[in-house]
Nanobody, 123 residues
Framework: QVQLVESGGGLVQAGGSLRLACAASGFTFSRYNMGWYRQAPGKQRELVAA???????NYADSVKGRFTISRDNAKNTVYLQMNTLKPEDTANYYC?????????????????WGKGTLVTVSS
């Protein structure tokens, strides 16, 4: 049974940090490219950060220099370190997996999804 389970969300003040984790099971994690998406109330889902199975990364312009995605294949886990958080980062954050290295901004075509973790940044 495929599972992606996110953790690490919560309430933080603007300027603070959080580290999200996504634990994968039920599939060969090292073969998959991983992405973190977010969806704020009333807004479309967007790709925040992605990491290929080879370790290459890319980021949305809005989080470049503040967020870092990483993966630990030995632990079947992908992380999102979020620093200098802003109120506009408030959203549900989801991890997703794809066999394809190119991920759509909206998440269409991803193979597996987690249920999400809520991040709330207060001003």
């Amino acid at each position: 049974q495929v599972q992606l389970v996110e953790s690490g969300g919560g309430l933080v003040q603007a300027g603070g940090s959080l580290r999200l984790a996504c634990a994968a099971s039920g599939f060969t994690f090292s073969r998959y490219n991983m992405g973190w998406y977010r969806q704020a109330p009333g807004k479309q889902r967007e790709l925040v950060a992605a990491i290929t199975r080879g370790g290459s990364t890319n980021y949305a312009d809005s989080v470049k220099g503040r967020f870092t995605i990483s993966r630990d294949n030995a632990k079947n886990t992908v992380y999102l370190q979020m620093n200098t958080l802003k109120p506009e980062d408030t959203a549900n954050y989801y991890c997703a997996a794809s066999l394809f290295a190119t991920m759509s901004r909206s998440g269409i075509g991803m193979d597996f999804w987690g249920k999400g973790t809520l991040v709330t940044v207060s001003s």
